[in-house]
């Protein structure tokens, strides 16, 4: 039997920067809010009077060599066989490696929970068929997401269309987030 192995495409020149992936999230996940799995960045590119605004969010890479498990001394986190990084909190004793292994600053102190978490890929969702809630909220149709292994899915064409490559590829974690463009 095929195991899908899931990822996600973003595309930053797409992001309005509205927060609707940020908010989606957290409405999914009901956490308070100032704790977010999502991180959307503003910048400013270029010099008075040619300025631009870009926007960039991230989020955990579900990496398939994910240093936040590899640190962690109770096996809390851990990573299922489609490959999403999920974290089980009853096993969790708060020591925090993990927040600091991870290059990404993916990971949060959730005060909800009182175990560091971060984003889940919505594994509740995509166990029924469906799509994370960052992806189905996305007013500009800048995330998609899908089998990373299936060489016809859409977000594999994609990503080799579209050239698009993971965060940070150098340090070896091999996430599983691409971007189309990187600021």
Known sequence: MKVTRYGMLIDNSSCVGCHACQIACQNQWQLPYNEHFIDVHTFEKGTYPNVNIENFTTQCNHCDDPPCMRIC????????????VLVEEKKCIGCKGCIVACPY???????????????????????????PACVNTCVTKARMFGD??????EISKEIIKKRAVP?????????????????
């Not at 990373?148 to 899915?153: K, Q």
Request: hydrophobic share 30%; net charge positive; glycine share 4%.
């Open 148 to 153: 990373l292994d299936d060489p016809n899915s």
């Open 105 to 131: 600053n993916a990971r949060i102190w959730s005060e909800k929970y009182h175990v560091p978490e971060k984003c889940k890929f919505c594994a509740d969702f995509i166990a029924t068929g469906e799509t």
């Open 167 to 183: 965060l940070k590829a150098e340090l070896g974690t091999k996430p599983r987030i691409y971007y189309i463009r990187q600021i």
């Open 73 to 84: 001394p109770t096996y809390a986190t851990y990573k299922r066989q489609d490959g999403l």
